[in-house]
């Protein structure tokens, strides 16, 4: 069983309900205003009960808002989740007692439940007459079933798991400080492969106890905080000074050791990244900027994390949050808090130890972070998703390698046929922080708040039954689009479309598999014609006919097949470009009328082979073709 993969998907899933919680928040913080003073006690009343209410039933929406997140938001499997969690609630709390509580991990099993039975039994076939009850209309069935078993076990060992849950929770809250720091390092450490939202579910929503004034008992370091228990906060406030000043630290560290010319560039994405991490406490889009270059640098920056935690703890500081600990929920939870201002003084000091620390490390370590290398200069994504996307999707090993595909805040979550089919030079290519690949197919690939929007144009892709041919570089070197090459033939597209390449060395390779239906005498084009009839021209430098073929030999001759990346012909780089205009290679489509779409990755450094730069998808109508070199 692939554990890892499951639980990644478990960590995605837990994401839909949690976006719940700041709606009470803001409804506690609203309440907690002082409307008595302008007469409307009651409306202040109102908010506090609104807001209280979604804390006493956190456990049923973690139970529908699992299901649905395992499910793609199959709406039979969240109904089912609910259903089973009232069926479950109303017996347990009958037959043990209203003090009776699983709380959110009891929400969690119960959708895991319902998940689990809507894969299992979403084909079933029944015969005909009872057809009705068959396929995802079983799973209510099922799940009432299953509900029922879960209630008698519940029942019977239900004393003994309170017995556990409680020693569980005294001891780790009994190792103090230290407890938060372990609590602080290894939430860190989880962050790359997304599974730290299983850890920090049993933090936030089952660690410790505390009981309201009305009898009610609440579970969690997170709703206890909301509750009013003044020993909660403990596993949430030593996160502020992290994500409202270490992590900006970091971004502006970054733009500090950015070359000149990309500094421009660099600023505009990480000041964005930094008041992302400052105001909400989305922290991954920095981090995974140092992450996959200087691993031992996130090794250090967990370890400060965790002693952010530590030192809240020793100076009695409790602060809560209901997203993450962003500035909006410093300010709206501020209100709970106790000693909570002495995070500011905390932050500021970090903020100045981070940004002087990885200034020195990135100066002194030569850390290829982005700006520092031509290879890591970002590239504008506005408006460019809807044609990178497709190069993506051949670069994870095309539609017949994806088995799911989900997305986060800053990661494509994919579960792949063969993760060996990954193209992780073209991924990073065409934009990737990253790839962490967790086994057994389960791969992440991190794009940064792009993700969603990625996501859901391969989900296009992936649902369309469309013909697209995919293209490789055909050289090592700087890819250019075809309107920059300094000739106004092959620049106006009279000839063709496609793009262009400056090359670094003197080899040209197939970008394509196909026939070789032309080799000019003087070795300098190549025309190949590809099984759907596409006919691609290699055109190596400009003006290099008046050569003869001098300095040129070629490795293949005409009616010969080629498959991608198999050497064409071998050129002296320094002799041509001494005796030609220029040393820009285009390759372009000829028969433009058979193509309905183009897609053209990053124009930036290509390697020999390398593949998904260039894409297009071919009309229906389009079927082989005649050659039009000759």
């Avoid at 965790?306 to 909006?328: E, Q, R, T, V």
Wanted: glycine share 10%; net charge neutral.
């Amino acid at each position: 069983m692939n554990w890892m993969g499951n639980l990644q998907q478990l960590g995605r899933s837990l994401m839909l309900p949690t976006i719940t919680i700041p709606v009470a928040a803001i409804m506690l913080c609203l309440g907690s205003l002082p409307w008595g003073d302008i007469n409307m006690s009651r409306f202040g009343e109102i908010l506090l009960f609104c807001g209280n209410t979604i804390f006493t039933y956190l456990p049923m929406i973690f139970a529908v808002g699992v299901a649905l997140g395992l499910t793609e938001s199959a709406g039979i499997a969240g109904m089912s989740a609910l259903i089973g969690h009232v069926m479950f609630i109303q017996a347990t709390r009958h037959y043990l007692g209203q003090e009776f509580h699983l709380g959110v991990p009891g929400g969690i099993l119960i959708g895991l439940i319902a998940a689990i039975l809507y894969h299992r039994s979403k084909h079933i076939q029944l015969p005909e007459y009872i057809q009705f009850f068959g396929g995802p209309r079983m799973v209510p069935l099922l799940m009432g079933l299953a509900i029922f078993l879960l209630s008698i076990i519940t029942i019977e060992i239900g004393p003994y798991m309170e017995a556990f849950m409680e020693t569980l929770s005294t001891t780790i809250l009994g190792l103090g400080g230290f407890g938060t720091f372990l609590y602080g390092v290894i939430h860190r450490l989880l962050v790359p492969s997304g599974l730290h939202h299983v850890f920090n579910n049993f933090f936030w929503f089952q660690l410790g106890a505390y009981e309201k004034p009305g009898g009610e008992m609440i579970y969690g370091d997170l709703p206890r905080y909301f509750a009013g228990d003044p020993s909660s906060g403990v596993y949430m406030a030593g996160l502020y000074p992290i994500m409202m000043f270490a992590l900006p630290a970091i971004a502006l560290a970054i733009i500090q050791e950015a070359r000149e010319d990309l500094k421009p560039k660099i600023r505009a994405t990480f000041l964005t990244a930094a008041l992302a991490s400052f105001l909400t406490g989305v922290t991954e889009p920095i981090e995974f900027a140092f992450l996959f270059v200087a691993p031992y640098l996130f090794i250090g920056h967990a370890i400060l994390s965790g002693l952010a935690m530590w030192i809240a703890y020793s100076l009695n500081i409790h602060h809560g949050f209901s997203y993450s600990a962003g500035a909006i929920d410093f300010v709206i939870n501020f209100h709970l808090s106790h000693n909570g201002w002495m995070l500011i003084p905390i932050g500021i000091a970090y903020g100045l130890l981070y940004y002087f620390f990885f200034r020195w490390a990135i100066r002194t370590f030569r850390i290829p972070t982005p700006g520092r290398e031509e290879g890591s200069k970002l590239e504008e994504w506005a408006g460019d998703i809807p044609y990178r996307s497709p190069l993506i999707l051949q670069a994870l090993g095309g539609k017949d390698n994806i088995k799911n595909i989900e997305a986060c805040i800053t990661r494509l979550r994919l579960t792949l046929v063969n993760d060996k089919m990954l193209d992780i030079a073209s991924l990073k290519h065409l934009g990737a922080a990253g790839v962490i690949r967790l086994g057994g197919g389960n791969v992440q690939v991190v794009f940064g708040t792009y993700s969603e929007l990625i996501r859901e144009e391969i989900k296009k892709v992936l649902r369309k039954d469309i013909h697209q041919v995919l293209f490789n570089a055909p050289m090592q070197g700087h890819m250019i689009p075809l309107e920059e090459v300094p000739d106004k033939i092959f620049a106006g597209k009279l000839v063709g479309n496609g793009v262009a390449f400056m090359p670094d060395r003197g080899e040209l390779v197939a970008p394509i598999a196909g026939k070789i239906i032309i080799l000019y005498p003087t070795l300098h084009a190549i025309g190949i014609q590809t099984e759907e009839g596409l006919e691609v021209l290699l055109h190596i430098g400009i003006d290099t006919a008046q050569l003869q073929g001098k300095w040129f030999t070629a490795f293949i001759k005409e009616g010969d097949m080629v498959e991608a990346g198999q050497l064409l012909v071998r050129f002296n780089l320094q002799k041509v470009k001494k005796n030609c205009t220029s040393l820009t290679t285009p390759m372009i489509i000829t028969n433009v009328d058979k193509v309905k779409s183009w897609s053209f990755a990053p124009y930036k450094s290509v390697k020999k082979g390398q593949a998904s730069v260039m894409s297009v998808v071919l009309k229906p109508e389009a079927t082989g073709g005649g050659n039009v070199f000759g």
